[in-house]
C-alpha cells in the first residue's frame, strides 16, 4: 500500500479537469499530501486524450508547429520526466498501458543537412534506450522507395494505449483519495477563485482544462487543431503484426498534410495518423472525409507490407482536438491567485503529462508555503448537466455497424 506524505497533510486542491493532465496533475498532488477533487464535466473515454496518438516523443513533435528554441525548452525537460516515468510503467504495460518498443523517425533529407533536426537528434540520443541512427533503417523496415526518405534513426519509446492508461489513472487517483466530481465550472476562472475554494473546501486550484481554457482562463491564444486516427486491426490475421512506430514529420513550412504517423496501440490495434487542421472546432468527419482518406493513403503506401490490413471494425475512426496554444504550454501560478495553470500541449499533452504534473506539483508546494494572497469573492457557477464548450465534444468516436471487414487498399486506396 502506498504510504501518503504528511507534508500538507491538510492541504487541499481542486484540478479542473480530468484529461491525461488534469488525472496525471490530481495524481502527483496527491502523492504529495494533499486532498483532491477533481471536477469535470467530460471524462474518460470521452474525451480528446483518449484519441490522441500517444507516441512519446522529444519536441517537437511530428504534429507540432512549434520551433522556437526559447518556447520548447520547458517542454523537453517536462518530457524527458515523462520518458523515464513511462518506462517504469512500461514494466506492466498490460495494467498501465504503457508500451516501450521501437520508434522509427525518417527523413526527407539528411539529418546532417537540417541544424534544427541535427540538434534535436543529439539531445534525444543523450536520453533514450536504443538509438541507432542509419539510413538502412528505410530498407530494413520495408519502406516504400517512393517515399522519398534518404534518413532515419531509431529508439526505444513509450507508446500508450490510452483507453487503458486513463483507465489505470482513474483507479490510481481513487487510491490516492482523489473524488472525481461529474460538472462543469464555466465563466472566468480568477473572477471566482474564492467562491470556488470555498465550495470545494480547496487551498489552491489547478486549470487542466485544455480547449476549455478559452473560457475559463480567457485565452484567445488558444486554437483548435483538428486531428484524427484511424484504427487498423493489428492481431496478424489480416497482414503481418507491425510492432515499431514509422513516422515522418510534418513539414512546418506549409499547410501541406504530409505526416506519416503508424503507431502500434496495445496487442491488436495499429493507429494511423497525420491530420492538423487549425481552427477546425467540429469533430463530426467520416472515413470519406477527403483528408482522411488521404491519411490512409500515404501511410499505406509509405509502408506497403500493410496494402492488405483491415479497417478495425466497431470502431475505425476517432476525431480530436488539440488544444494548440500560439505561445506553447500555459504551465503557471498566476499571480495574486491561488491558480496554477496547466493547459496548451498540443498533440503532446501524453508526452508531457507527468513533466507537467510534478512542475505543478513543485509549483504548488512553493505556493502553499507563501503567506495567502488577496481574495477575491464572486459568484461562481457549477452545473452538474452543462452542455460542452462550444456546444460540441472535443472528440468523436465514429463506429461501422453492418460493414463487412474489408481490405484498406479496396475500402479507400482504390
Not at 517542454?75 to 504503457?98: E, M
Amino acid at each position: 500500500m502506498r504510504t501518503r506524505s504528511v507534508h500538507h497533510a491538510s492541504r487541499s486542491a481542486l484540478v479542473v479537469g480530468a484529461g491525461v493532465s488534469g488525472l496525471t496533475t490530481a495524481l502527483c498532488l496527491a502523492r504529495r499530501g494533499l486532498q483532491i477533487t477533481i471536477v469535470a464535466d467530460q471524462v474518460s473515454p470521452g474525451i480528446t486524450s483518449n484519441v490522441a496518438g500517444a507516441l512519446w516523443e522529444w519536441p517537437p513533435a511530428v504534429c507540432g508547429r512549434h520551433h522556437d528554441d526559447v518556447l520548447l525548452a520547458p517542454s523537453k525537460a517536462w518530457s524527458l520526466t515523462s520518458y523515464l516515468r513511462f518506462r517504469q510503467l512500461a514494466q506492466v504495460p498490460h495494467r498501465t498501458g504503457v508500451f516501450l518498443r521501437p520508434a522509427n523517425s525518417y527523413f526527407r533529407r539528411p539529418v546532417e543537412d537540417d541544424p534544427a533536426e541535427l540538434t534535436k537528434m543529439h539531445e534525444l540520443a543523450e536520453h533514450v534506450l536504443g538509438f541507432v541512427h542509419s539510413a538502412d533503417i528505410i530498407t530494413n523496415n520495408g519502406v516504400n522507395p517512393d517515399a522519398a526518405v534518404v534518413d532515419a534513426y531509431r529508439f526505444l519509446a513509450p507508446m500508450i494505449d490510452t483507453d487503458r492508461h486513463l483507465s489505470w489513472l482513474h483507479r490510481q487517483v481513487a487510491l490516492a483519495g482523489c473524488t472525481l466530481l461529474r460538472g462543469r465550472v464555466s465563466g472566468d476562472l480568477r473572477s471566482q477563485e474564492h467562491q470556488l475554494r470555498r465550495q470545494f473546501g480547496a487551498d489552491l486550484i489547478v486549470n487542466c482544462t485544455g480547449l476549455g481554457a478559452y473560457e475559463l482562463a480567457g485565452d484567445t491564444d488558444l486554437c483548435p487543431h483538428r486531428g484524427a486516427v484511424i484504427r487498423i486491426d493489428n492481431t496478424g490475421k489480416h497482414m503481418p503484426r507491425i510492432t515499431a512506430a514509422h513516422c515522418v514529420a510534418n513539414d512546418p513550412a506549409t499547410d501541406h498534410q504530409d505526416m506519416i504517423f503508424i503507431v502500434p496501440r496495445g496487442d491488436d490495434r495499429l493507429l494511423l495518423g497525420g491530420l492538423v487542421e487549425p481552427g477546425e472546432w467540429e469533430t463530426n468527419v467520416s472515413l470519406d472525409y477527403p483528408p482522411i482518406a488521404d491519411l490512409l493513403r500515404r501511410n499505406v503506401q509509405f509502408l506497403p507490407i500493410m496494402a492488405s490490413a483491415t479497417l478495425d471494425h466497431a470502431e475505425p475512426l476517432r476525431v480530436g482536438l488539440r488544444p494548440f496554444r500560439r505561445q506553447s504550454v500555459r504551465l503557471e501560478h498566476e499571480p495574486d491567485t491561488r491558480i496554477i495553470h496547466n493547459y496548451g500541449h498540443g498533440g503532446a499533452g501524453v508526452s508531457l503529462s507527468w513533466g507537467c504534473a510534478e512542475h505543478v506539483t513543485a509549483l504548488a508546494t512553493r505556493l502553499l508555503d507563501d503567506p495567502w494572497p488577496s481574495q477575491r469573492a464572486h459568484p461562481t457557477t457549477l452545473t452538474q448537466e452543462s452542455t460542452p464548450f462550444k456546444s460540441a465534444p472535443f472528440m468523436t468516436r465514429i463506429p461501422i455497424t453492418d460493414r463487412p471487414h474489408r481490405p484498406v487498399a479496396s475500402a479507400l486506396l482504390n
